[in-house]
């Protein structure tokens, strides 16, 4: 196996999860994005902007509009509000559908880690996390920690 491309198996292992988590938030009509928006929106100490949310998740979408596309897809179905400085929050329902999201998002990940320990997942990022940084040049690794 340590000749194996890894570059085949992150990708399909990617490729897998993704589909996945995506196909049960879809059985609940969410999207992974508006996930990651309702996260964001609730998340900081302030308040964010359109602007900062785009500028913050743009690198996670698939294409380039996806996230303000999905800002107006939430404030469309309530689950955000702009207040007069033009700031989002997430309205009663928006809070109520992070929380489902964040069930079922833990729900998925219980199925994904099924036999695989905290240790020897622990391991696999790092090896992962090592490889990027080796090919980025700099020897560091960098990503969510």
Known sequence: MAT??????????HAAVTRHLRDAMAEVDATQPQYWVLNRVNGGPAAPGRAEVVAQLGHLADEPREIARTIDQLLHRGWLRVDGGQCLHLTEAGEAARVRLRALATEVRAVVHRGVSDEEYVVALKVLRRMVANVEGDGAPDGPS
């Open 4 to 13: 194996q491309p890894v570059g085949y198996w992150s990708g399909l292992a």
